[in-house]
Each structure stands twice: as structure tokens, then as C-alpha cells.
């Protein structure tokens, strides 16, 4: 036997009362069980864990128009609310309909069926109303949750980006190097990175990476990659060998066919003694470098120290070509984010421009070039947001100190 709707109608006309009794009775002899209240006081006073649905007059001896509405609702904020309305107060009734009542009737402009209906569409439509409410709740605490989780790793992941140049193993600097450095992610989380690879006192190997694409996927991939990088670093003597190792290594731990990810990369490795250096890369963009003398230009990497991307080939075999880097050199190591930004018109900052700005440095120190970097493509992209992570590294070799000599 199906249990009768429970319906209060907080209205001081006996007359409308009694319509509304025989409206419902016709539409559902005991489908509805109908008390009345004659003022808001003792409206709210008889709203029970029993009612389902308040039948509202705007119109009380107590309370006229929006405050009625509002001190029914605070009572009874999840029972569905029906406002009873004249034709003045029509549009009061949208009004309320927009502030939380589930529906309005318009005295005298309904029957028994309508009015039924809209009493069971309001219980339906608040019990989804309080379910949606409900799953935005756990929705905002999960975002919360996961807001904090990722403020969490960003602060992981900056924690591990080199803050100084590698330093001797008593702890001072390692001679005769200088470096600028520089990580901007253009998300929470970064795919780019770097790191110093010392192998000894004067010799070293640097790497770069830039993952492809941005977000959760790309950093938890940037954390496989230095895991990789720190356990084979004893190899940066040859950057080929190298990233040979870290690509086979990659490709067996990321086994994804249907999620393949790629990272481009440069590796680098310097004698500062014996000014003996050697490059390859691994779908990067090759390294810069400023002469002494002032001028700038590219690395020559060619043949085979070019390279795919890692993640691409696991049989492919990297191979490193020397090059000279004298004293007084500089060597710029950068993602694809320092020139690929746009202007507000769409046109992109481009190489050619990163090369020029790298040469206006002039020789301030190296230290600085980084940022000076940072500010000339700020001023060319202006007040837009720039679309990818931003990773620039630039070394600087310096002479030996004399036999003898400190540091």
C-alpha cells in the first residue's frame, strides 16, 4: 500500500486550504496527507522529521513576500519548498524558484493533477538536488586532498632541482666552473630537468631532459628518468653510451605500447683539465655556444650525435662527436620552452632570437645569463602565460688554478 506524501500548507486562507484538499484528494484520494498552518510562527513550529514538502503562501499575517521564503528554507533547508502565489507575486515566485524553492503555482491557476505533480517532481527533484550537493562536496574535498598532494610533489620536485654548481669533494668549488641555472615549470608539476653529473675533481657531465607534454604523467616520468640518470651517471665520460643505457633502461621499466612517452635530451660531458669535450643528443635541440670572444652559435652535433628520443628505439645506439670548449667558454644547455613560446600574435620567439639574446649577455656573469634569458622572452610573449616548462643551464669554463694555488 503505497504510504501517503506527508504536505504542509503554511497558508492563512481556509478557503484556499480546502481547495487545495479537494485538489489533491481528486488527483490521489490517499495518495497525500494535508495539515494546514495559519502564520509562518506556527509553519515553522509544525515542520517535522515527518514533512516532505511545504506548501508556501508569500503572504502571511506574520510575514509577507522574500523574508517568508528565506526563514522556511533556514528551518528546513532539505525539505522541498512549493510557493503559493497571487498574480502580483508571480514574479517573487521565479525569483524564489531561483534562490532554492523546487517549483510556484499561481492561486487559482491550477487543478488537481498539476498540483500533485508538482509536489512529487519537488521531492524527486530536491532528493537530486541533495545528491548533487553531496557529490560536489566529496568532489571539492578530493580536489582539496588532491590540490595538497600536488603542492606536495611540486615542492618534492623543486627540492631536487640543483640549486648550485657541484661542488669538490671538500665541499668547495669545483674549478674552474661557473654556472647560471634556471627551472620554471608552466605547470604544478614539471617534465623538464637537469642534472650535474661530477665524475671528478675536473671532470663532469651534464644532462637535460625535457619530457614530452606536461601534468602528472610527465613528472612521475621526470622521476623515473633521475633515478635512471643518477644510476648510470658513471658512463657521462661518453654521452653516447650514456643515453643508450638510459633509453634501453627507460623502455624496459615504461613498457606502455598504448601510452608511449617520449623525452628529448642533451648530454654533455667536459675535461676541464684537458679542455677535452664531447656531446650527443637525443631529439633535443642542440646546445649554444659563446665564445669568449662574443660570438654565439650552435653546437656543431652532427651525424650520429643526433639522435631519436628516448622512448622511441630501444636497439638504437647514441653516439658522441668532440668538441672544443676553451677557456673562457660558455656552453648553454636549454628546453624547447625557452623559444617556442608565442606572442600575443601568435609569433614564436624562435632560436634565432634565443641565440641573439644569448649573445647580448656579452660577458657579464654567467650566473646572470639565465635570467637575462628569462626577461627578454617575458618582454617578447608579454603578459601571456607561457605554455610549456622553461629549463636553461649555462656553464662557463674558467683556467686551472696554478700548481699549488687555491680555488
Not at 661518453?238 to 623525452?263: H, I, S, W, Y
Not at 620552452?337 to 641565440?355: K, Q, V
Not at 635570467?371 to 610573449?381: M, N, P
Request: with cysteine; glycine share 10%; hydrophobic share 45%.
Amino acid at each position: 500500500m503505497e504510504t501517503p506524501i506527508r504536505v504542509l500548507m503554511i497558508e492563512d486562507d481556509e478557503e484556499d486550504f480546502l481547495i487545495a484538499s479537494r485538489l489533491l484528494a481528486s488527483a490521489g484520494p490517499k495518495g497525500f496527507l494535508l495539515e494546514r498552518r495559519d502564520c509562518l510562527r506556527e509553519g515553522l513550529s509544525a515542520i517535522g522529521l515527518e514533512t516532505q514538502v511545504v506548501l508556501l503562501d508569500l503572504s502571511l499575517p506574520d510575514s509577507r513576500g522574500w523574508a517568508t521564503f528565506e526563514r522556511v528554507r533556514e528551518k528546513a533547508p532539505h525539505i522541498p519548498i512549493i510557493l503559493l502565489t497571487g498574480l502580483d507575486d508571480e514574479q517573487l515566485g521565479a525569483k524564489a524558484v531561483q534562490g532554492g524553492a523546487q517549483d510556484y503555482l499561481v492561486k487559482g491557476q491550477f487543478d488537481g493533477r498539476l498540483l500533485a505533480r508538482a509536489i512529487r517532481y519537488a521531492i524527486e527533484r530536491k532528493i537530486t538536488e541533495e545528491r548533487l550537493s553531496h557529490l560536489a562536496d566529496e568532489l571539492r574535498a578530493a580536489n582539496a586532498v588532491m590540490a595538497a598532494d600536488l603542492a606536495m610533489a611540486r615542492e618534492v620536485q623543486g627540492a631536487l632541482v640543483p640549486r648550485q654548481p657541484p661542488r669538490r669533494s671538500d665541499g668547495g668549488r669545483m674549478a674552474p666552473l661557473r654556472v647560471g641555472m634556471l627551472y620554471r615549470p608552466c605547470q604544478t608539476l614539471g617534465g623538464d630537468f637537469f642534472a650535474f653529473l661530477p665524475v671528478s675533481e675536473t671532470e663532469i657531465g651534464m644532462v637535460i631532459c625535457d619530457v614530452v607534454g606536461h601534468g602528472v604523467r610527465s613528472a612521475l616520468v621526470t622521476a623515473l628518468l633521475r633515478g635512471l640518470v643518477e644510476e648510470f651517471k658513471l658512463s657521462a665520460r661518453d654521452p653516447g653510451r650514456f643515453l643508450t643505457q638510459v633509453n634501453r633502461e627507460f623502455l624496459k621499466v615504461l613498457n606502455m605500447p598504448d601510452c608511449a612517452m617520449l623525452v628529448t635530451a642533451a648530454c654533455v660531458f667536459l675535461d676541464l683539465r684537458a679542455g677535452v669535450s664531447r656531446g650527443a643528443t637525443a631529439g633535443h635541440p642542440p646546445p649554444l655556444r659563446l665564445k669568449a670572444s662574443g660570438s654565439a652559435e650552435w653546437l656543431p652535433l652532427h651525424g650520429e650525435a643526433i639522435g631519436p628520443a628516448l622512448g622511441f628505439d630501444a636497439s638504437f645506439e647514441y653516439r658522441a662527436v668532440d668538441f672544443s670548449l676553451d677557456v673562457g667558454d660558455r656552453l648553454l644547455l636549454y628546453t624547447d620552452g625557452a623559444y617556442e613560446s608565442c606572442a600575443p600574435t601568435y609569433e614564436e620567439y624562435g632560436r634565432e632570437r634565443l641565440l641573439a639574446a644569448a649573445a647580448q649577455s656579452g660577458r657579464r656573469p654567467v650566473e646572470e645569463l639565465p635570467d637575462r634569458i628569462l626577461a627578454d622572452l617575458q618582454g617578447f610573449v608579454g603578459k601571456g602565460e607561457f605554455t610549456d616548462d622553461l629549463c636553461l643551464v649555462c656553464i662557463e669554463r674558467g683556467a686551472l688554478p696554478s700548481a699549488g694555488g687555491g680555488t
